[in-house]
């Protein structure tokens, strides 16, 4: 089994940084994909950012130029920078990562979540 567990987040107000990480730990063969994802109050959960394990990233264009995403391989873990926040980047922030893993000695691509750690940026 994997298990993604979050640190980070918190209440910070407007203009501040905050961050977010996530490790990856378990029967891991390989991590493809990690990301970030967030969800606001009565909104649907969105893509804010990922990144590949050959590095390449992608942003949602509401965080560009404010958000960085970096990731350890050798760590299995990926990290969110959120500078210059503001009230609207509050909501619950959610870890994904796509995973491979053997089961039952096949080598297969799996989906897992964080529990999600909540960010609040106040006005």
């Known amino acids: 089994q994997v298990q993604l567990v979050e640190s980070g987040g918190g209440l910070v107000q407007a203009g501040g940084s905050l961050r977010l990480s996530c490790v990856a730990s378990?029967?891991?063969?390989?991590?493809?994909?990690m990301g970030w994802y967030r969800q606001a109050p009565g909104k649907q959960r969105e893509l804010v950012t990922s990144i590949s394990s050959d590095g390449s990233t992608n942003y949602a264009d509401s965080v560009k130029d404010r958000f960085t995403i970096s990731r350890d391989n050798a760590k299995n873990t990926v990290v969110l920078q959120m500078n210059s926040l503001k009230p609207e980047d509050t909501a619950v922030y959610y870890c994904?990562?796509?995973?491979?893993?053997?089961?039952?000695?096949?080598?297969?691509?799996?989906?897992?979540w964080g529990q999600g750690t909540q960010v609040t940026v106040s006005s």
């Open positions: 378990g029967s891991i063969f390989s991590i493809n994909l």
């Open positions: 994904h990562s796509i995973v491979r893993i053997v089961r039952v000695g096949i080598l297969g691509e799996y989906s897992y």
